[in-house]
């Protein structure tokens, strides 16, 4: 009983988090110092461009408590963004830079 009453109250707590954070994590920011903030819309991401959680998590990201900065040339490898933004499936990380850096 106490173990049914635990699940409940973490399904209550994601699925409020999924209703007033717009989708998914909402909007997250990368602060930088060497280039200006990157904001990453899950709005963008779910909604306008169709991409599933699972195509993110947990392979590529968790949450920003636990976030490892990546650099863009490791970008460019393949990782972080970069899985995605090859050129391929949305637009190249070696160009476009005022894109995600406005
Ligand atoms: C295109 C990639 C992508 C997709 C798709 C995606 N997310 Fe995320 N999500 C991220 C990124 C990036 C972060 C930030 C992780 C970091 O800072 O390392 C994040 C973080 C989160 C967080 C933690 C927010 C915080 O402030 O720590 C939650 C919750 C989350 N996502 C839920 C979802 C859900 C639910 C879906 C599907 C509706 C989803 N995400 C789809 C990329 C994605
Ligand atoms: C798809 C989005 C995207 C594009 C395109 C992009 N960046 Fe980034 N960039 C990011 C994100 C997100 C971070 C922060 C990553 C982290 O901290 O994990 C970052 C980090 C950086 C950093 C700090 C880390 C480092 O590598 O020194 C610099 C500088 C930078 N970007 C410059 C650029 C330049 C110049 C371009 C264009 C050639 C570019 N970025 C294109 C998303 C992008
Ligand atoms: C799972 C794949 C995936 C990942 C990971 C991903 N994106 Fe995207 N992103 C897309 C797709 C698909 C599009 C739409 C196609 C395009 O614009 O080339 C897109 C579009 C965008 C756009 C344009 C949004 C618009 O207004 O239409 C920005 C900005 C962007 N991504 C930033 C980022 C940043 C920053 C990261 C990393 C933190 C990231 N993306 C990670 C798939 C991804």
């Not at 699940?7 to 209550?12: E, T």
């Not at 988090?17 to 998914?24: I, L, P, S």
């Not at 490892?68 to 460019?76: A, E, G, I, P, Y």
Request: with cysteine; charged share 15%; glycine share 12%.
């Amino acid at each position: 009983m106490n173990k049914l009453l635990g699940s409940m109250v973490v399904c209550s707590m994601v699925c409020t988090a999924t209703v007033w954070g717009a989708v998914g994590g909402g909007d997250i920011v990368f602060p930088l110092t060497g280039a200006s903030n990157v904001t990453f819309g899950h709005d963008t991401h779910v909604v306008k461009h169709k991409q599933k959680c699972g195509d993110c998590h947990y392979r590529l990201y968790t949450t920003t408590a636990q976030r490892k900065d990546v650099t863009m040339v490791q970008m460019q490898q393949g990782q972080s963004c970069g899985f995605c933004h090859n050129g391929q499936r949305a637009f190249d990380v070696k160009g476009g830079c005022t894109k995600c850096h406005p």
